[in-house]
C-alpha cells in the first residue's frame, strides 16, 4: 500500500502540471497618465510585462477603444523602473477598489493617471485624479513614485 501511495505520490506533479502547449495566464502592470482635452499626445501609458516595458503607440484614446503598444519594447534601462513601480504597487489598498476612480472629481477635464493589472482574461483598472491633496495616504507614496518615474522615461513622440 505504501508503494502504490509513493507511486501516487511521485506522478502526481507530472499529471497535474501543464501542457507543452498551455502557459499560464501572464499578468501586465499597466500604469500611465492621460489628458482628454491637450492637442499632441495626450497619453502616456506603459505595459510592463514579462520583465519588458512597451509604451503605447497612441496619441488619444480618441484613436482606438483600446490601448495598443509599440512591439518593440523601450530600452531595458528602463525594465527595472518599472519592476520597482510595480513591486510598490499598494496592493491590498487598491485591489478590492478595483474599477473606480480615486481621487477624480474632474477626471473628465483634467484628466489623470491610469493604472492597470491585466490578464488575457480579465482586467482591472483605477482612474486616479491629478490633485495630490485628493489622494488617499494608502496610495500617496506609490503616486509620488509614479511621477518621478514617469520623469525618467524619455519624452514620447
Do not use: H
Not at 505504501?2 to 507543452?20: G, Q, R, S
Not at 502592470?29 to 509604451?55: A, P, V
Request: hydrophobic content about 40%.
Amino acid at each position: 500500500m505504501k508503494k502504490i501511495l509513493f507511486l501516487v505520490l511521485l506522478a502526481l506533479p507530472v499529471l497535474t502540471a501543464c501542457k507543452e502547449d498551455e502557459k499560464p495566464d501572464e499578468e501586465a502592470f499597466i500604469f500611465g497618465q492621460w489628458n482628454l482635452l491637450c492637442e499632441g499626445n495626450c497619453i502616456q501609458i506603459y505595459k510592463f510585462q514579462g520583465g519588458k516595458l512597451y509604451e503605447d503607440n497612441m496619441r488619444s484614446f480618441r484613436e482606438a477603444p483600446i490601448i495598443t503598444y509599440r512591439t518593440t519594447p523601450m530600452d531595458s534601462k528602463y525594465w527595472a523602473l518599472a519592476q520597482e513601480l510595480e513591486n510598490s504597487f499598494p496592493k491590498d489598498y487598491m485591489m478590492p477598489r478595483g474599477l473606480t476612480f480615486i481621487g477624480c472629481p474632474n477626471c473628465v477635464e483634467e484628466g489623470g493617471y491610469y493604472l492597470a493589472f491585466e490578464r488575457e482574461s480579465e482586467i482591472i483598472w483605477w482612474q486616479v485624479g491629478r490633485i495630490p491633496e485628493l489622494w488617499p495616504e494608502e496610495i500617496r507614496p506609490f503616486m509620488e513614485k509614479m511621477i518621478q518615474t514617469f520623469r525618467e522615461f524619455p519624452p514620447q513622440q
